[in-house]
Structures are given as structure tokens and as C-alpha cells.
């Protein structure tokens, strides 16, 4: 009886498993994980992105190999002789998958749905350089606002004829860049409507925060900071200026005359038609102004979080399912894009199924009818799935077969704009003293770990900024550079020792103490904090241990700089040395060291406002010769791409971002596979490349290049 | 049989009261939050974020919302964007809420989308767990001793003597690279399944395997057997109309706790043969500090050990009358 | 033998009680003498037994054998095939580099040193992608992984004996509350409970090394054994149950005897086989678990490690490029011979204690 049931119970599981059955896809590739959103205003992560740049489309795209901008849905742009308004022009026929145009509305209402605070949108920021954005999403909706001639201030009504009130509005964003607050307002004192709270320099002149109502001073906020900057980064939370007694009538008064706002009102009404820098002169026009002149900001506009949505698909789901509509819209069945693919079928941790868009205006020019997005997030798995023909790309094969991996043609590891360090916490001693810092970073041999470790063409790197940021040069901390390798390591160590002893440690002086090296769960972290710990016990003698915590925890530890040396990387979100050096000034959110030097912070605030772009960089590198004097970090390795292709795959190119763009993949022909494999370099290693032996080919391609 | 049902109904509420308290608040003593990233957030931006999932409220009040079924949120459930008029949510409604790691997602969609993956491979699995355990238990007890018994429990103990990840990898080696018979991992078809069930049910196997053979071993040597032997009944039928029912109790005691490892424990072997089961979860949005999914996948599991074990003690008294339900 | 009766009569009060526990012990001495008989004649189970004992052995005095150093890193592309015995027996250059050992591995590192100098074995196993060799790797990694399982095993014997006991012999209501907590323990997954432990634990771990001298690798056993204690408690239970209306307890009770004293006296000897038995089985459940947590990379930190390390090392070797198979094969095959030993020996020392079986051989 027993076995009868089982038997039945087996059949039933197999006929489940069979019933859920997919036709292959055209193409094949693992995203390492299951993407945690396809909402484009909400995401932040690599494999979101990928799934993202298939499904919609910005204003422009990048060039798959120089990452240049290409038009996009914004067929012609220009900028204004200031550089700080963008004119977008968009194309005619670009169409929504549900057959609506898409228009400058659409990306007006995406741009401010992105940075609405309501959206919670991790990557807000990156719209903060147009002009109002960053106090458009800063704006509390739960305060009001006074609109007119006096503020900018907002008002939140604490008890009855009691108010806390605070700098707001985008008007304040002006004053960026160093300027700092006089409050003139005393505990106690009695203010007269139109008396000012605080003053500030503005030009010549000075500009003070005007009252409109008579008021009392309770009492002045006594942690608001003086500098305008600072005030800035959080005008509706720390940063309130004070608190006020006002008569209750006065207060029904302003708000029965308009003056004062709720949160939402004053948005719609005063920030989005007049303070915001977005407009829509017509459907086929968008005009965006910035704050400063923004060199990058058109690989800005490419970047998956500024792309659109369809608010009609917004809305109608709304409509349809008030609980949970904020899932529902997403769903494949209901999701509206505009880019080369739609999402057919999605299933948590396996696969996304993407299918060709008709609707999109190049489907011409798009080659494959079916995608398969795989979650596979064991690296040896996915190794293992590629190499038996199920996947066409991954980007990480496990390490240890690197080396046989090298020479084969579908394996060609390129430079990558990602730099691999480690971070000293600088307010723990003897981390503190930049000699030890020095001394610890001399004695680390950077060639052993990207040729014994890494193995993938890492490029050993004394400094922070990886090369290929256009005309940014490589700078690097002091070391010997002979080229002799180990006449240089010999050199460096007795250097190293050299610091560690006028520091007061080793031989006469004091013991160093035994310090740990935090890293997250992973085999590359901790092959190489093994390494560096052998290193630094070898060459200087001093005692490390290694400590791995979880992702969360570590990230935890980082941020409470509950560490002592700490593995960290960052990976530039666009080719500026911007983006890896803004981190660095005091107290910034992803400095995490402690580490503050007024020149530095004085270097890139003034490198965000230059309009000169030789000047501009010129700052950059200044700041980060001063980074790396001081060496809060220790830099390891400037990253290499892994990506294992089938050499079949057309239309997929390496770049210094490592960003891959779905529409401009195909199949190659055998002839065109022939032709390219006979300009490889020779000693290649040929394998095999599954796939179409006629190619897949886009309707418009030319047929001379099949 | 109503009472012993109702008192472990009541049994089973206290039960899954007490898990969910206890988990909910230590799954929020640990630190790193389920929006932390490599990238830190502007302070603005990460109270938008908690205050979208209420993560900004106290943890009593957290857990009132989260337990039901009173809405507390004045403004509606924001995270699901709702207009407020909603009176009642929460787990006791049925809501796990949504997901704070797979945000397309509630909680009930990602258990609804891979239970049924893990339900089948659990299937398969214990298909061949009680296949190869049952079979070579009972010819390892009739034979006791002779060269077949060691043989036999040999090759069982030895689905307990490596983790199961090193299993994967033989199997993965033989039946995927020497002889490439089957997909190495991914889901799709029953081949796909072949590998990670026999991975999943091989320590299984070997515990019902050594199970069968004690109960057998006892059974054989009651007096009714010896009884039937007596009568002059072929072995054959003693075999199997007496002996393997009795034999076969302890096998049927272990199956509640099995199916419940084997539906949980398939973590590691979902990993490497990547199927997308609930497995996964379980470690998964713990390391993620997917509070709602968590504790969704923990009170799937309570209720399946607690379900699977009720159902065991209900067909031991079926199997042996001598059994009372009082007593369990 | 002479001595387990001493202690009996060592412990015992009045003379009726005396006398009923020397019947007691009595009886005892002949179901321990007349296993011990039976499990010689298992010869599976006493094979694995002497396997077991000269792995042991060989696990304790590690740091006596001439093997290259567990640790020291020699960075190599990639990881180095085995070198037969015969072709390279040894090389010069050993390395005195460990993590920080007791005092008594210190010493026999000194002895080490003394009788072989700087020799070492080449790498008959072969060498990892760092250089360092199995061999050494396995037999070190021995070590951590038996002092897991010893140390989870006994801290579930304490508390899961000591519970289980408890219920059993106090019974109705205190029992009934007392296994519907085992029952709710049962139903949280422990993966949770260990995630969430060790995490409380790093985080103190500063506190507890300065203040309490607890590293955290002795936490992590106590974790696990805290783990494994439930099942311990209601096997038990199940024979203190049994056991707890027999005559000799009742006889125990009238005499007067403490709680304390019956359980631990009079009920715990009693259920010793059968704790015995599931011990043996709870050890090779511990290793393979420490396994498990090293693949979610939760287990003992680096340069130290364990089989379950060495396993995970092995199984992320597995691709058709290039299978390095003694990363596999070797770590793989010590972990297997040792749970399968530990298994027998449990199979047989069940067969032996199990009064129903005997004398039926």
C-alpha cells in the first residue's frame, strides 16, 4: 500500500515538474542573483540593471564599446551654452509595449515619481544634479511650508500655538558650497514678523530666513550645525533651526491665505511648476536644468534608474487592486515597457524570460525572439552550466581554473572600473598614525595576489582610481618602482620597517597589537586577507587574525567602524574619477574610515562646481595624491572583467564598466565565426560554440556581414 | 480521536504563538538591516525607505502589525499602498506581507511559487529514500549477518557519512561529466531532478534503511511470527502480511521529522543544482535580513513538522491498535 | 569492575538501599561485560572501533608527526597533484608556523622539532592552490572537527540527559510543559537559531575573550551542542518513563532519597546504553553539520581548519576544465571512513546493548 502511494505520489511530482516545462531560449546567461526589483526608480544593483537595460529605454543609451551616449528614445539633445540646461528631443515612434507613444510627460512624471520621497528611491541622488531635486525629495510631507517672499522655512505644529520650524525648498540649494549660517535668533527673545532668524552670506550682499508671523523664540535648535552644507543634507530631521510660540489664529490666518502649505500642496504647486528643473515645453521636448555644469551627466541619463515608466500602467493598477497594486503593476502580464524586450514569465530564483518587443521602434535592428535571465548564484554551478552548453555568458567563473581558462578564445578578461582595497579605521589607534598605514601598505606584495590569487589579468594597483577614466592619469602612492619585482618588495619592506619604528613599534619600541582583518563571507576575501595577514607577519612581524562575518554584519561593522583593517571595493558607476573620490570627504556616508582632511573636502567641492574641465581634474588629482599620502586605504588591485562568452554571441563587447546590452546581441554565422576566430591572436585555444549554424540575425542586418 | 485532534489544535496555536514571538525578535536583535548595501544611503532617503515598511515604528508596535489582525497604520498599509481603509491585516489574515528582498513579490508569492518545486523534489527524494532504504532494511534483516547484511549496511551508513554537498559533486562527476547522462543543475524537467533527489534522499535512505532493520529484527522475533511460521504459512507471506507491518512502525515515526528535513535540509542541494525551492529561503533571507520572508518560511516549517507529526501519530494508532492516542 | 561497584557503594545510604543498588550494579556489570563480549565478536564494529582509536591518535599528536605546517602559504597558480611516497619521501624546509596552539601542542611541536629537524613528508596528497599539503591539511583539520563533535556531543549529553531525565522521572503536568517546549524548539529551524547565535556571538566576542577567556570557536561547539540536545532529551525521557515506576526506584523513594539523587543515581546508569548508542550516532550528525555551516561560510575561521573546510574547498573544485581530484577525493574519503566508522561502531554497540538481542547470536 505503501509503495503504491509513493509510487503515485512520484508520478504526480514528475508530471508537476514536466508541467511547468519552457521551449529553450534563443540565448541563455546567468545574473548571479534573483534582481530584487524590475521597478526601475527603486533598484541599485548590477543584476537589476541587466534585466533593466533589456526591458526599458532612457533618453539616451550607451555605445556597447566606448559607453559614449547614443540616442535612445531622445533621438538629438543639446546643451546650453552655460552647461547647465539639456534639451532632450525625443523620436516619434518610440512606443510603449501597450501601443502608447512615449512622451517628455512620461519622463517628467518618472523623474519626479523617482525622486519622491514617497518612492523611497536608493539611487535619488543620482537626479540631485538637477537643479531642486535633492529638496524635492528631501521635502517631508508630513510638514508645511510658507510660500512667498519670506522662509524658505518649514513649519510643523508641535502643540497648539507651538511650532518647530527649519530651512526647506529648493531655493536654499543656491547657497551650496561652503557658506555658513549666522542665527541671530536668542532663546527667549520676542520676533516681529518679517525680523530675520538667521542670516547667510549670498554674494555681496547677505541673505537672512524672514518669519511670517510674529513669534517667541523657545529655543534655538542647539546641534544645528553653521555650516549651510550641513544643514543641507538633512533640512527636515537633526538639521531644524528652533522652536517657536506662535498665536494659533496667526498660524489659521497664513493658512486660510495660501501662505502656508501642507507638504503635498506645496510640491505640486510651488516646487514642480516653478523650483524644480524639469519642464515639458511639449510632448516631443524635455528641458532639464542643473544645478552645475555636469560632465557626466548624459551617462547619467543612460543609467536604468532614470528610466521611464508608464504611468497609465501605474494608474489602471491602482485602480484595479487598491491593496497591493504596488506589486501587481510589475507583474509580466501587466508590466508596460519600452524597451527591445517585455518580460514573458518570471519565476523567483530561476529564471526571467524575456521575449522581443514589436512595439519597440529599432525591433528591427533586435535579433533574438527569446532571453533567459538565470539566477544561479553558486559559482561553480554556474562554471559547470556553462561549460555543458545550458548558459552563453557568465560573469565569474570560480577562480581556481582560471588559469585554464586563459588561453581559450571564449574567455578574455579586460580592465574593469573597480578598485579592491582595504580600509584602516583612522580612529583607532595605532591605525591613527598615517606611518603605521604606510607601513602596512608597503609591506603587502600587490603581484603575488593578482598573479597567484586573482589570476584574471588584475592590474596591481597603488592607488584608488582605476585607469580608463578618459583624460584622469593614474595616481599612485609613493613605493619603489625599479621594475626589478623583488629588489622593489625588498626595498619597500625595509621601508616599511623604517616607519613602523619611528612610529614606535618593533625593535626598542612598543609591541604592536594584535589586530584583526574583517572580510565577508567569500572565497577571494579570504584567500587574500590570508595572504596580506602571511605578509605583514612575515615582513613585519606583527600578529593578524582574520575575522569573516556576513554580508549584513560586516557591512554593519563598517558603517559603526567596528573594525580595524577591513576588506572593501568600489565599482565606479560612471567612467569619472568623481565617483570614486567624492566618498572620501569628512564624515561622508561611504567614507567609513574617520578619515578627514579639510583640503580634501575643500578639493572636491570645488572640483563638483568647476565648469573647466582640465581644472577639474587637476583638483581630482590633487585630492587624491592627499588620499593617498595619508592612506586611510590600502589599495590592492584594480579589477579585470571575467565573463566567459560562447564565442557564437554577436554584439557583446568588453568595456570598462563591464555594462552589456541585450539589443544589439545575435548569433554568428559559422562564416562570421570563422572570420573572427582567424584574426585571434595565435595560441588561442578554439571551443566549442553551440548555436545556430546560419546565425540569428536582426530582420535589418546586412547580409554581407552573415 | 476529536479530543486528542483539539488538543493538538490548541497544542499547535500556543506553539506557533511562541515561534513567531521568539523568531520576530530575534531575527531583529541581530544587527544590518534588510536595506543596508555596499553603498551607504543618505540619511533622507533611508527614513523614506523604513518609513515605507514601517521599519520606523517601535518593535512592539512592529510586532502588533505584523501579528494582526488590527491595522495600526492610521495612513493605510503604505508599503502595499493602500488607501487606508483597510481594518484588518497581518499574519492572522492570512498576509505575510511583502517581501523586503524579491520587492516584486509578497511573501505568499515566493512560498506559493517554490513550494510546489521543493514539494517535488522532496517527493523524489523520499521515493527514493524509501525504495532503496526499505528494500535494502529488509534484506539486510532476513539475511542478518550473511556477506549481504554488511554489504548492504555499508553502502546505507554510507549516505551518512559525507555531507551532502560531496555527494552532489560524485554524482555530478559520474552521471553528468564521465557519463554525461543528465543536466548538471537548473529546473525544468524530471531530469533535472534526478540528481539532487538521489543527493537529497541518500542520508534518508540510509536512516530508514537501519530503521527498517531493527523493526524487522523485532518484529521476526515475536511469537505470532514464529506463530505463522508454525502454521505452515510460505515465508513469502509471512513476510509480507505480518512482519513488514510491524516492522515498518519505527520507518512511519520517522517519516514526519524526514519530510520536514528533507523539505528544509534541501538547501545546500538546491544551491548547487540551483533549483528554485524553498530551501534556499531558509538561510537565504535570514543572511538577507528579509524579516517578512523569514518568518514566513519559519512558520511554514513549524506548521509542517507540527502537521506531518500529527498525521504520524494518527496512522500509528491505524497501523497498531494497540497504540492510543491519549498516550502520545 | 571492581571499581564501578566501589563508587556504587561509595554513594550508598541505608542498607536496604545498598543492598537493592549493589543488585542494581550487579546486574549492570553483566550487561556492560557481556556487550563488551558481543561487540568483540562484531568484527565491522570492533575494526571501526581500532580505526578509530589510531585515528584518534594520530588526530592528538599531530604536532609530533613530521608534516609540513597546515598553514604556511607557498601561493602557486594552481593546486599541486600528489607525489607517491616513493618518489619524494620528504624535504627539508619545514616552517614552524602554526595558529596559536596549547601549551601541550607547543610541546609537542618542540619535540617535533628535536627528533626531525626541518624535515617533512612531500606532498603524498598533493597541495592546495596556497601550496599547503593535504595531508597535513586533513590530519590537522582532524582535530577541529573531532573537538567539535566531542564538544557538542557532550553538551548535549549534559543538558539533554540531565532534561530529558528530569521530565521522565517527575512526570504529568511538569513533563507535559517541559516536552511541548522540546516540541516548540523542535519547530524553529535551527539554521535560524545558529545564524543568529553566531552572529550575537562575533559581536560580543571581544567582551568574551577579555572577560570570560571563551574564544569563539569553543562558542561555537556549545552552539551546536545546544542544538543537538533535544533529541538526547526525549530518548531519555522515553526510558526514564519506563523506568520510573520500576521497583527499585519506588524502593529508592521510600527510602527517602532526594530527586537529584534517583535521577542521577539510580535513572541515569540505567539509560546509559541506550544514551551511549545515540551519542555515537549524535557525533558523526555534529561533523557533518560543522560541514554544512563551513559551506554557508559560518564555520571556524582560517588559517585553522576542519574537515567540513577542506570538503567545501573540495566540492567547488568539481567542473569539467580541470578536475582536481585529490582536493575531492582525499578530504572526502577521511571525512567518509571516520563517519562510517563511527556509525558501525554505533550499529554494534546498539546490537550489543540491546537486551532484546541478547543471546540471541
Not at chain 1, 580600509?423 to 598605514?437: A, C, E, G, Q, S
Not at chain 1, 577614466?469 to 625599479?482: C, D, I, K
Not at chain 2, 535580513?289 to 506548521?303: F, H, K, S, W
Request: glycine letters at 8%; charged letters at 20%.
Amino acid at each position: 500500500m505503501a509503495f503504491a502511494l509513493l509510487g503515485l505520489a512520484g508520478v504526480l511530482a514528475l508530471g508537476l515538474a514536466a508541467g511547468t516545462r519552457l521551449a529553450p531560449a534563443d540565448m541563455t546567461y546567468n545574473n548571479g542573483a534573483e534582481v530584487s526589483t524590475l521597478d526601475p526608480a527603486t533598484v541599485s544593483g548590477v543584476p537589476e540593471g541587466r534585466v533593466l537595460k533589456a526591458i526599458f529605454e532612457g533618453l539616451c543609451v550607451k555605445d556597447p564599446r566606448t559607453l559614449e551616449p547614443l540616442p535612445g528614445v531622445a533621438e538629438a539633445w543639446e546643451l546650453s551654452a552655460d552647461r547647465r540646461t539639456y534639451t532632450f528631443h525625443l523620436r516619434a515612434d518610440a512606443r510603449w509595449s501597450n501601443g502608447d507613444p512615449v512622451t517628455a510627460q512620461d519622463f517628467l512624471f518618472s523623474w519626479r515619481r523617482f525622486l519622491h520621497p514617497a518612492t523611497a528611491a536608493e539611487y535619488a541622488y543620482q537626479l540631485w544634479y538637477v537643479r531642486g531635486g535633492e529638496q524635492y525629495t528631501l521635502l517631508d510631507d508630513a510638514l508645511e511650508y510658507v510660500d512667498g517672499e519670506e522662509g524658505p522655512l518649514w513649519f510643523q505644529e508641535l502643540a497648539p500655538g507651538r511650532v518647530r520650524v527649519g530651512f526647506a525648498g529648493p531655493e536654499l540649494e543656491v547657497l551650496a558650497g561652503g557658506r555658513t549660517l549666522r542665527v541671530d535668533a536668542r532663546d527667549g527673545e520676542r520676533v516681529a514678523r518679517g525680523t530675520a532668524l538667521c542670516r547667510y552670506p549670498f554674494g555681496v550682499d547677505e541673505q537672512g530666513v524672514y518669519l511670517p508671523c510674529d513669534a517667541t523664540v523657545l529655543r534655538v535648535n542647539p546641534a544645528l550645525s553653521r555650516e549651510v552644507d550641513e544643514v543641507l543634507a538633512d533640512p527636515c530631521g537633526a538639521q531644524w533651526l528652533a522652536e517657536l510660540e506662535v498665536d494659533p489664529a496667526a498660524l489659521a490666518e497664513l493658512r486660510a491665505a495660501g501662505r502656508l502649505l501642507p507638504g503635498a500642496r506645496y510640491r505640486r504647486e510651488v516646487v514642480e511648476p516653478h523650483l524644480l528643473g524639469l519642464s515639458a515645453p511639449d510632448a516631443r521636448t524635455l528641458v532639464v536644468a542643473l544645478k552645475a555644469p555636469t560632465p557626466y551627466f548624459l551617462q547619467i541619463v543612460a543609467f536604468y534608474p532614470l528610466f521611464p515608466v508608464n504611468r497609465r500602467n501605474l494608474d489602471e493598477a491602482r485602480e484595479r487592486w487598491p491593496g497591493d497594486w504596488e506589486l501587481r503593476w510589475m507583474r509580466p502580464e501587466n508590466l508596460v515597457t519600452n524597451g527591445p524586450y517585455r518580460i514573458e514569465f518570471r519565476r523567483v530564483n530561476d529564471r526571467i524570460r524575456l521575449r522581443k518587443s514589436e512595439t519597440y521602434w529599432d525591433a528591427a535592428n533586435v535579433a533574438f525572439d527569446s532571453i533567459d535571465v538565470l539566477a544561479v548564484d553558486h559559482l561553480g554551478t554556474s562554471l559547470n552550466l556553462y561549460l555543458t552548453g545550458a548558459l552563453d555568458w557568465i560573469d565569474r567563473p570560480i577562480t581556481n581554473v582560471i588559469p585554464r581558462l586563459m588561453p581559450r578564445e571564449d574567455f578574455d578578461p579586460q580592465p574593469y572600473l573597480g578598485s579592491y582595497f582595504y580600509r584602516f579605521n583612522t580612529t583607532r589607534p595605532p591605525f591613527d598614525d598615517p606611518r603605521v598605514r604606510r607601513a602596512l601598505s608597503l609591506a603587502v606584495d600587490r603581484r603575488a595576489i593578482v598573479e597567484k590569487i586573482t589570476k584574471a589579468g588584475e592590474r596591481a594597483a597603488w592607488g584608488l582610481a582605476p585607469p580608463g577614466m578618459g583624460a584622469y592619469p593614474t595616481v599612485e602612492t609613493a613605493h619603489a618602482r625599479s621594475g626589478d619585482v623583488a629588489a622593489d618588495l625588498a626595498t619597500d619592506v625595509a621601508e616599511a620597517r623604517r616607519l613602523l619604528a619611528e612610529a614606535g613599534f618593533g625593535p626598542g619600541g612598543a609591541e604592536f597589537p594584535t589586530f584583526e582583518i574583517l572580510y565577508n563571507t567569500d572565497q577571494t576575501h579570504k584567500d587574500i586577507a590570508e595572504v596580506v595577514a602571511s605578509e605583514w607577519k612575515q615582513h613585519l612581524g606583527l600578529n593578524v587574525k582574520l575575522l569573516n562575518q556576513e554580508w549584513k554584519v560586516y557591512l554593519d561593522s563598517q558603517k559603526n567602524k567596528d573594525y580595524d583593517v577591513c576588506r572593501s571595493a568600489w565599482i565606479g558607476d560612471y567612467a569619472d574619477p568623481n565617483t570614486f573620490l567624492d566618498m572620501w570627504v569628512t564624515d561622508g556616508d561611504n567614507n567609513r574610515t574617520g578619515w578627514s582632511n579639510a583640503r580634501y573636502d575643500e578639493l572636491i567641492r570645488q572640483a563638483a562646481a568647476e565648469s573647466d574641465e582640465a581644472a577639474r581634474l587637476a583638483q581630482f588629482v590633487e585630492a587624491e595624491g592627499l588620499l593617498l599620502e595619508e592612506l586611510p586605504i590600502l589599495p590592492l588591485y584594480y579589477y579585470s572583467t571575467r565573463n566567459l562568452v560562447n564565442p557564437r554571441l554577436g554584439g557583446f563587447h568588453a568595456n570598462v564598466l563591464d555594462e552589456h546590452f541585450p539589443k544589439f546581441w545575435y548569433w554568428k554565422s559559422d562564416a562570421e565565426l570563422a572570420r573572427d576566430r582567424a584574426a585571434l591572436p595565435p595560441g588561442t585555444v578554439l571551443v566549442d560554440a553551440p548555436g545556430p549554424a546560419a546565425g540569428k540575425y536582426a530582420p535589418a542586418a546586412r547580409t554581407e556581414d552573415r | 480521536m476529536l479530543r486528542f485532534l483539539l488538543r493538538r489544535a490548541l497544542w499547535f496555536a500556543v506553539t506557533l504563538w511562541v515561534v513567531v514571538t521568539v523568531s520576530f525578535f530575534l531575527m531583529r536583535g541581530v544587527r544590518g538591516g534588510p536595506f543596508d548595501g555596499e553603498r551607504a544611503l543618505n540619511p533622507a532617503i533611508e527614513r523614506n525607505i523604513a518609513a515605507r515598511y514601517h521599519l520606523d515604528w517601535p518593535l512592539w508596535k512592529q510586532y502588533l502589525q505584523y501579528v494582526g489582525p488590527l491595522n495600526l497604520d492610521e495612513h493605510g498599509p503604505r508599503f502595499l499602498g493602500g488607501d487606508g481603509s483597510e481594518l484588518l491585516t497581518g499574519i492572522t489574515t492570512g498576509d505575510f506581507g511583502p517581501s523586503f528582498k524579491y520587492r516584486d513579490f509578497s511573501v505568499n508569492d515566493v512560498i506559493g511559487q517554490s513550494l510546489p518545486i521543493s514539494v517535488s523534489l522532496g517527493f523524489i527524494a523520499l521515493a527514493w529514500a524509501l525504495l532503496l532504504g526499505l528494500s535494502s532494511g529488509i534484506a539486510s534483516a532476513l539475511w542478518r549477518g550473511s556477506r549481504t547484511d554488511v554489504t548492504l549496511r555499508l553502502a546505507a551508513t554510507a549516505g551518512i557519512a559525507l555531507p551532502n554537498f560531496t555527494v552532489a559533486g560524485f554524482l555530478v562527476i559520474g552521471f553528468v561529466f564521465l557519463v554525461p547522462l543528465l543536466p548538471v543543475a537548473g529546473y525544468g524537467t524530471w531530469r533535472h531532478l534526478v540528481l539532487p533527489g538521489f543527493a537529497l534522499g541518500a542520508p534518508f535512505a540510509a536512516y530508514i534503511s537501519r530503521l527498517t532493520r531493527t523493526g524487522m529484527l523485532e518484529v521476526l522475533s515475536h511469537d505470532y511470527i514464529r506463530t505463522a511460521h508454525a502454521k505452515g504459512l510460505p515465508p513469502r507471506i509471512v513476510l509480507l502480511r505480518h512482519a513488514i507491518k510491524g516492522g515498518l512502525l519505527p520507518v512511519i515515526s520517522y517519516l514526519g521529522p524526514a519530510t520536514a528535513g528533507i523539505l528544509t535540509g534541501s538547501l545546500v542541494i538546491e544551491r548547487i543544482f540551483a533549483i528554485p525551492g524553498t530551501g534556499s529561503h531558509f538561510v537565504n533571507s535570514a543572511l538577507n535580513r528579509d524579516y517578512t520572508l523569514a518568518m514566513g518560511v519559519t512558520i511554514l516549517y513549524t506548521v509542517l513538522v507540527y502537521g506531518l507529526n500529527t498525521l504520524v501519530d494518527l496512522a500509528y494508532t491505524l497501523l497498531d491498535p494497540r497504540i492510543e492516542l491519549e498516550q502520545s | 569492575m571492581a571499581d564501578e561497584r566501589g563508587w556504587s557503594l561509595g554513594l550508598g545510604g541505608g542498607d536496604l538501599e545498598r543492598l537493592l543498588a549493589e543488585a542494581a550494579q550487579h546486574k549492570g556489570e553483566s550487561l556492560w561485560q557481556d556487550a563488551w563480549r558481543r561487540l568483540r565478536r562484531n568484527r565491522t564494529a570492533w575494526w571501526s572501533l581500532v580505526f578509530l582509536a589510531v585515528f584518534t591518535a594520530v588526530a592528538f599528536l599531530a604536532p609530533l608527526l613530521p608534516l609540513p605546517s597546515p598553514v604556511t602559504l607557498d601561493l602557486q597558480l594552481e593546486p599541486q597533484p600528489p607525489v607517491a611516497p616513493w618518489t619524494e619521501l620528504g624535504r627539508h624546509g619545514f616552517e614552524r608556523d602554526y595558529w596559536e596552539l596549547s601549551w601541550i601542542d607547543e610541546r609537542l611541536v618542540d619535540a617535533r622539532v628535536a627528533l626531525f629537524g626541518d624535515w617533512q613528508t612531500g606532498p603524498w596528497l598533493g597541495t592546495d592552490a596556497k601550496g599547503r599539503d593535504i595531508l597535513a591539511r586533513i590530519v590537522w583539520g582532524s582535530r577541529t572537527s573531532i573537538l567539535v563533535a566531542l564538544a557538542a556531543a557532550l553538551c548535549s549529553l549534559a543538558i539533554g540527559v540531565t532534561y530529558g531525565a528530569l521530565a521522565g522521572y517527575l512526570g504529568g503536568a511538569i513533563d507535559n510543559v517541559m516536552m511541548r517546549i522540546v516540541d516548540i524548539l523542535y519547530s524553529i529551524p535551527f539554521i535560524f537559531v545558529v545564524i543568529f547565535l553566531i552572529t550575537i556571538v562575533n559581536e560580543y566576542r571581544a567582551e568574551l575573550e577579555d572577560t570570560y577567556g571563551i574564544d569563539r570557536e569553543t562558542i561555537f561547539y556549545l552552539v551546536i551542542g545546544a542544538i543537538y540536545w533535544l533529541t538526547m532529551a526525549r530518548v531519555v525521557r522515553g526510558q526514564v518513563l519506563s523506568l520510573r515506576h520500576a521497583e527499585f526506584i519506588d524502593a529508592a523513594r521510600v527510602l527517602g532519597a532526594s530527586t537529584r539523587r534517583i535521577v542521577f543515581v539510580h535513572l541515569v546508569p540505567n539509560v546509559l546504553s541506550i544514551v551511549i548508542v545515540y551519542l555515537t550516532l549524535t557525533i558523526p550528525a555534529v561533523m557533518l553539520f560543522e560541514a554544512f555551516l563551513s559551506f554557508l561560510g559560518l564555520g571556524i575561521e582560517p588559517p585553522k581548519v576542519s574537515w567540513g573546510l577542506l570538503a567545501v574547498d573540495g566540492s567547488e573544485m568539481v567542473n569539467p576544465v580541470r578536475l582536481y581530484w585529490w582536493l575531492v577525493l582525499f578530504p572526502a574519503g577521511a571525512m567518509g571512513a571516520t563517519l562510517l566508522a563511527l556509525n558501525l561502531v554505533g550499529d554494534g554497540l546498539r546490537d550489543a546493548l540491546d537486551p532484546k538481542l541478547r543471546g540471541k547470536d
